[in-house]
Structures are given as structure tokens and as C-alpha cells.
């Protein structure tokens, strides 16, 4: 499995963009890149993922580095409801087990 | 689209009891997870169906865990002889292909 490093946590005004960095230079060829958040008390939530172009979707855009060693999760206008934990996860489509690493926890300052 | 659902939502159980909880997943999609996530961790699976059939567990599930989906419908997670250790958020998903996973709001358990 891919290993992944993200910040422990993040802070981020209301109203304003958020780009949260996740590297993944271990990731194979065949990986997509997964990020789902948890909202407090609540299970996981599937935001997007990507194989190698940018996406975009009505919750975030992803952004994929050309290496694809690293990618960016961008949120573009927080809100005080985007408060949550961010995994960012190295995921093979055919698997069907997701494997969670720590994530960040983002803060939104109103 | 109703969403996955769980239950109960808490349970708190004297160590050496059974517990059972339950997950309903959207209907129609064939593929059901278990996890479990302690606090200030992410969810670490625990085992999946595919319609009725229990294709992978992990090695975290131990011989006191045993999870049911009869009918490739709604699932069970049974814990026998529960342990301190045990306690957690059980978390169900369920999804209709690989590509995305739609999860329950959980179960916590409190061991005492």
C-alpha cells in the first residue's frame, strides 16, 4: 500500500480558499487518489478522486501533481461546515478496502 | 436514497458480554464493509461482503468477532466475550462498485 503524508491539521479563515497538500510518493501506476472527510460524530464522506488530470466536482477540486507524487484537495470558498478530518488515500478501484491514514483535521476560523 | 443506517447508534456493555449491532446499507448496492476507528485515528477495516459472501477479513477481526450478511442484504457484527480494548466506533459502508464508498454514522461501543 502507498504510504501518505499529510499535516496534522490546518487552519483556514471562513470565506476563504483551502488547499490541502497530501504527498504520495509511493504511489503505483495504477492508484487512483481518494479523499473522503469526517464531519465530527459522523462516518466518513467521499469528496473526489483522480488518476492523473485534475477533477472537479460541485463539494472540492483535485489537483495531481504531473508526477503524481503529490496531490492538493481544494476547497474553494470554506465554510464553518467543511470543519473536518481530510484523508487523502492511494486507492486501486479494484480493491475494495480503503486503507485510512491519519488525515488532517482542518479548523475553520469564522 | 436513504443512506446507510446503523444501530444503535451507542452501546455501553460490561466486559465479557455479547454485543450485536446491526447495518442496513442502500439498497441495491451489493458491496458492505465493516471498520473500526478508535479515537484520533483513521478507520481500520475489519471485513467485506460481496452480496452474501464474506470475501476478506482482516486479521484486527479475531475469532470473538463474526459478521453476517444473510440474504446479501443488511449485516451483523457480533463481538463475543467483549474486552476493554474493544471499545470503538463500528463503522458500516456499503457501495454498488470500487470506485466510491457511502458510510453509516457508526456505532460506538463503550466497554466497561
Known amino acids: 500500500d502507498a504510504k501518505t503524508t499529510q499535516p496534522n491539521s490546518m487552519e483556514s479563515n471562513e470565506e476563504e480558499p483551502v488547499h490541502l497538500p497530501c504527498n504520495h510518493s509511493?504511489?503505483?501506476?495504477?492508484?487512483?487518489i481518494h479523499w473522503y472527510r469526517q464531519l465530527p460524530s459522523q462516518g466518513p464522506e467521499y469528496v473526489i478522486h483522480?488518476?492523473?488530470s485534475n477533477v472537479n466536482n460541485r463539494m472540492a477540486s483535485l489537483a495531481i501533481a504531473e508526477d503524481r507524487k503529490s496531490s492538493t484537495l481544494i476547497l474553494h470558498r470554506a465554510t464553518l461546515r467543511d470543519a473536518a478530518v481530510y484523508y487523502c488515500?492511494?486507492?486501486?478501484?479494484?480493491?475494495?478496502?480503503?486503507?485510512f491514514g491519519k488525515g488532517t483535521r482542518l479548523h475553520i476560523l469564522p | 436514497d436513504t443512506g446507510v443506517s446503523q444501530d444503535p447508534r451507542h452501546k455501553i456493555t460490561k466486559r465479557g458480554q455479547n454485543v450485536t449491532f446491526r447495518c442496513d446499507p442502500i439498497?441495491?448496492?451489493?458491496?458492505l464493509y465493516w471498520y473500526r476507528q478508535t479515537l484520533g485515528q483513521g478507520p481500520e477495516f475489519l471485513t467485506y461482503f460481496q452480496n452474501e459472501a464474506q470475501l476478506e477479513k482482516s486479521r484486527l477481526l479475531s475469532d470473538r468477532f463474526s459478521a453476517e450478511r444473510p440474504k446479501g442484504s443488511f449485516s451483523t457484527l457480533e463481538i463475543q466475550r467483549t474486552e476493554q480494548g474493544d471499545s470503538a466506533m463500528y463503522l458500516c459502508?456499503?457501495?454498488?462498485?470500487?470506485?466510491?464508498?457511502?458510510f453509516g454514522p457508526g456505532t460506538r461501543l463503550t466497554v466497561t
Open positions: 459502508a456499503s457501495s454498488s462498485d470500487t470506485s466510491k464508498q457511502y
Open positions: 439498497s441495491e448496492h451489493n458491496r
Open positions: 509511493t504511489i503505483s501506476g495504477t492508484d487512483y
Open positions: 483522480g488518476l492523473t
Open positions: 488515500i492511494p486507492h486501486m478501484n479494484r480493491d475494495d478496502k480503503i486503507i
